[in-house]
Structures are given as structure tokens and as C-alpha cells.
């Protein structure tokens, strides 16, 4: 029987591992951590995208839309809770009216569902948002990440993956796993190390790629109700989402992320200003109905932005080096909707 390794215990990780072992590979998840999904596949958004944003023909639109309809089966065939919550992306001003017409372009080319909407059926839905125009994209859905990543231990355990937690990769050398808990040899490895993929990477000669983490604070609040995610068009300087209105399963908003400097990877601490948030809900919706809302800390996630030679990659990167060793490189946003189209898409490679 042949072997996998795979490194890394998010999300990706978890569907490579899934896919392995249901492949016939004898299957082991090396994750560093005492547990799975700890780092950015617990500390995101939760939302379930559709496909709008992305570069036609990049990996990031094919395995978004592929992720969208994979990850919606798998969670109907395994009880995992998500919501068919649908999400605006509201205009305000001149540009964003422009900006959003484009954004429907992009999103039809991509295969990915949407309508353009009116402030009134905006407001049917949600009272308080002021916009002169919006988008609807009904794909969207919403996750519960912790129960998502608890239902994927279950699988590969019944699976048969050995997962073996916690324990640190230090480096790939040749077919073996160079780890602290012992050398771990495999037919195929798979790099899922997220904000550590570089490092993954240089130990087995694929230099040039240096992931810079690009933090994403959250504030919340149980001050206002909202049961569609709100979002503006992204934004222009770092290409991020821009801080949106998301519900959860429970009664709080959030309201995130923001874009600013980790001061490591392993950085979670709250950076950003509360006033950057009251800013953005107050952009957003009627200030009259959100007098005195309260803003609370939330949490934090560091996005695993990845360079090439000091220039940033806008697309996942996937490289196999040498060939019985596949990197997954800048696996952000929207890699928690992607995860099962990418561990499909992995196995065409090795
Ligand atoms: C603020 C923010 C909001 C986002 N919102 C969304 C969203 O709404 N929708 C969406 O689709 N995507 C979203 N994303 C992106 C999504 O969260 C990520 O693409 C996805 O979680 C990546 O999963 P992963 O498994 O690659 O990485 P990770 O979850 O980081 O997993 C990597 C794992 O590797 C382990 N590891 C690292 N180094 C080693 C080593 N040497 N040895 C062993 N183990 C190691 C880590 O401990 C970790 O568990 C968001 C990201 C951020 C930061």
C-alpha cells in the first residue's frame, strides 16, 4: 500500500487527507498543534463564497465555484450545519455602483450566480442598510467552522487516517518527514502547512516563496440583527473583502476583518481600532437606528499571503517539487470554501 503524509491539519489538509485515504493511500495527517483547524480555518469569516471576486480563469475562481457545489453536498451527506444565507454587496457612492457592475461581469464569467438588485428589496431584507445599489449573490452561504473541522476528524478517523497531533514538521528530506516526534517516510507528501508553507517549501529546495501574513481583526456585537452577510465592494489597496457585516449561528454580528500588520504569524492579537469599525457599520447602515450599539473584541486571523520573489502572488500557487511533493502556497481567502475542490484538484497532480 502506498503512502501520504500530509502536513497541516486546517481545513486543506483535512480534505487532502480525506482524499488520500479514500484514494487507497495508508494516510497521515501531521499537524503541530494538539488539535485540528487552531490556526486561519478557525479564524475567518465562515462564509461560503460564490465566486465573484476572482481573476477569470484563475485556480482561485475554478476551485471557488467547484468548492461552493462540493462543500454544500458534503455538508448535506455529513449533518454539518450551514446556512443558505445569501449576501449583498451594497454600493455607495458613484464608484461603487461602477465597481459593482463589474463585479457582476466577473462573477457571470466565472460561473458564479448573481442578480443585481434595488435598495428597496435591500432593505426588505434587511431595514437599516442604506445603498444606491446592490448585488445579491444567492450561493452565499454561511458556516460554522468549529463543528466543520470537529465532523472532518470523525471522517478520517472512520477513514482510517492516522492523525498524529501534536507534531511539528521540521523538514521534508527526500521521502521522509523530518518531524519532532520522529521521521514519518511517504510515497507522496503534501505541503498544507498554511502560514508555514513556505518554510515547508525552502526545507525541500523550492526557494523564492515567502509567506507574509496580513492580519484580519474582528469586533462584534448582539446590537443589531442581521441574517444576510453585508458586504462593500472589495478593497482597492490590499484586495481584501473589506470589513463586512456577517451573522453567526448565535446572535452576534460580525463585523470584519479589518487589513493590518501581524507582528508574526502567530500573531492573534486585536491591532485595529474599534473607531475603524464603528466607521465601517456606520458607512453601512442608518446611524439614527444604531445610536450607542455596542462594539465588543471579537478575534483575529492572519491571512497567508504569499510573495515570489518579493512579488505578491494574486492566485493559490501549487507546485509540485520535487515530484513526490505537491506545495500549497497562499491558500487565502476563499481556501475555506475551496478546501474540497483542492484536494480534488491536488490528486490530478500527483
Ligand atoms: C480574516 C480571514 C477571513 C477569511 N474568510 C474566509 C471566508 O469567509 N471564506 C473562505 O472561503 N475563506 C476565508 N478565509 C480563508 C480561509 O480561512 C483559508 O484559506 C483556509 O482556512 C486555509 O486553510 P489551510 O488548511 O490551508 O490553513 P490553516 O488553517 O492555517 O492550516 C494549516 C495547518 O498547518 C499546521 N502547521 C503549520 N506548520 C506546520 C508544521 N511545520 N508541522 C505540522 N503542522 C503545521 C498549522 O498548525 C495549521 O493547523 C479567510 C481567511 C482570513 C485570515
Redesign the pocket.
Known sequence: MKRAAV???????CHVALECSSRGYETYL????AR??????T???????AGIYYARDSLKARLCVEGNALSRSFFQEHGIEFREAGKFIIARTDAECAEIERLYANAKANGARVEMTTPDKVRDRIPYIHCRAALFSPATAIIETAGYIECMKALLYRNGVTIVAP????AVRGAACD?DRGEVEADIIVN?????AD??ANSCGLSGYEVRPLK?DYYATVGIECRVPVYPPPTAHLGTLGVHLTPTFGREVLL??SETTAQAKDDYQIRTPKQEFSSSLESMVDTAAFSGIELYEGYS????RVYYKGTRCQDFVIIKHPSHVVH?LG?????????PAIARHLMTLV
Open positions: 502536513i497541516g491539519g486546517g481545513i486543506v489538509g501531521l499537524e503541530r498543534h485540528l483547524g487552531q490556526e486561519t480555518s479564524r475567518n469569516s465562515g462564509v461560503l463564497h507534531c511539528t514538521v521540521r518531524t498544507c502547512a498554511g502560514l508555514y518554510e515547508i484580519g470584519g476583518p486571523g492572519n491571512r497567508p500549497l491558500i487565502e481567502s476563499p481556501g475555506l470554501t475551496a478546501a
